[in-house]
Each structure stands twice: as structure tokens, then as C-alpha cells.
T-cell receptor, first 110, second 114 residues
Framework: SQQGEEDPQALSIQEGENATMNCSYK?????LQWYRQNSGRGLVHLIL?????REKHSGRLRVTLDTSKKSSSLLITASRAADTASYFC??????????FGQGTRLTINP | GAGVSQSPSNKVTEKGKDVELRCDPI?????LYWYRQRLGQGLEFLIY????????KSGLPSDRFSAERTGESVSTLTIQRTQQEDSAVYLC????????????FGPGTRLTVT
């Protein structure tokens, strides 16, 4: 069963705007990770946030984690056409196995 | 250094045939994972290898699916008597054992069963 559920399933915005994607999960976690997938092939790791962290930044990416609400958000600022991809959250419960959500398909319109 | 590689990149097979998919992890990564991704869907965990420990096979959908790994190197995923519902992209990933457990993915094998 899926642990993480992304919201929205699809998002279309204009280049330059900010994109926000949300992830909710069901059980306690050790860490939560966000991945990007282009063209239905291999995933690329974007950022990892541990359960004792609330916010993390990496370049144009900002991730928040609210363990009381069992939710996380990924914000991409000043979006570019190259950001068009599917974005997945994945949760770890302490073991190395990750459980992935269904993903958000992000389209950046020029 | 080299990333995770998978072969073949595409495989078309007839229903009922067996297929073997290969994954070469990043050197030094002791953990190796197989996932299945159907069109437009998320990743479905299949199996996980960690060093010499018994693999976690909890995600294998049926006994037609099996996987092996030689030491801390190459892994093969075998699907016997393929069915049309096996059509998907099969992704392999590897990671370090010591954490923080981010996974590095290969490009995947797109399997089409006709």
C-alpha cells in the first residue's frame, strides 16, 4: 500500500511562478525524501528531511515537514521549463526501504 | 563515477516467455532495490537486498517474480511466464548502508508483454 499521497496529482503553472506540492503519509517516519522523474525513467533525489527537522532548503527548493499533521510540502520557486517533471515523495520508517507516493505531474508553461 | 546501469533499456516479449532484467549498482553501495512502475503510476516496491542479509521479498507480486544478487554487485530480476499485466518500467536503485539512505536510480527497463 502507498504510504505517501501527493496532492495535487497534476499542476500546471506559468514559468516564473512558484509551484507547491504536498505529501501526506500515514505512519511515523524516520525521514522523508523528494524525488524528480523526467520522462518516466530514472528518479533523481532532490532533498531529504529528517523527522526532527521542520524546514530545509536547497537552491530553489524548499521542503517543510509537519510530523504532527503527517505532511510535507515541496516548494519550487521561480519555476523554469526544465522543472517540468513528476515529483514523488518517499518515506522511510527507519529501515532503508522507501515507500513512494503516486506523484505530482508538474508542467511549466513558457 | 558511474551511476546505476540497467539492461536492456527496452524489452518486448510474448506472453508466457521468461525475461531477465539486469542491474549494476554504484560501486560500494551495499543496498539494492527493485521497483515496478506502471504507466502514470507511482513506484511499487518489489525487493530489497542488503549485503549478505536475507532479501526483503515482501513486494514481489507473485511467485513468477524472483531476484538474485551476487555479493554486493550485479542483480537480476527474473519474471517467468510473463503476463500482459507485467508490462511496466522496472527500476533499480542502490544506496549506502550507513545512511542517509538516499537512493540512486538507474534509467529503468521498459518491459512490454504482447
Amino acid at each position: 500500500s502507498q504510504q505517501g499521497e501527493e496532492d495535487p496529482q497534476a499542476l500546471s503553472i506559468q514559468e516564473g511562478e512558484n509551484a507547491t506540492m504536498n505529501c501526506s503519509y500515514k505512519t511515523s517516519i524516520n525521514n522523508l525524501q523528494w524525488y524528480r522523474q523526467n520522462s518516466g525513467r530514472g528518479l533523481v533525489h532532490l532533498i531529504l528531511i529528517r523527522s526532527n527537522e521542520r524546514e530545509k532548503h536547497s537552491g530553489r527548493l524548499r521542503v517543510t515537514l509537519d510530523t504532527s499533521k503527517k505532511s510535507s510540502s515541496l516548494l519550487i520557486t521561480a519555476s523554469r521549463a526544465a522543472d517540468t517533471a513528476s515529483y514523488f515523495c518517499a518515506t522511510s520508517t527507519g529501515a532503508q526501504k522507501l515507500v513512494f507516493g503516486q506523484g505530482t505531474r508538474l508542467t511549466i508553461n513558457p | 563515477g558511474a551511476g546505476v546501469s540497467q539492461s536492456p533499456s527496452n524489452k518486448v516479449t510474448e506472453k508466457g516467455k521468461d525475461v531477465e532484467l539486469r542491474c549494476d549498482p554504484i560501486s560500494g553501495h551495499t543496498a539494492l532495490y527493485w521497483y515496478r512502475q506502471r504507466l502514470g503510476q507511482g513506484l511499487e516496491f518489489l525487493i530489497y537486498f542488503q549485503g549478505n542479509s536475507a532479501p526483503d521479498k515482501s513486494g514481489l507480486p507473485s511467485d513468477r517474480f524472483s531476484a538474485e544478487r551476487t555479493g554486493e554487485s550485479v542483480s537480476t530480476l527474473t519474471i517467468q511466464r510473463t503476463q500482459q499485466e507485467d508490462s511496466a518500467v522496472y527500476l533499480c536503485a542502490s544506496s549506502l548502508w550507513t545512511g542517509p539512505y538516499e537512493q540512486y536510480f538507474g534509467p529503468g527497463t521498459r518491459l512490454t508483454v504482447t
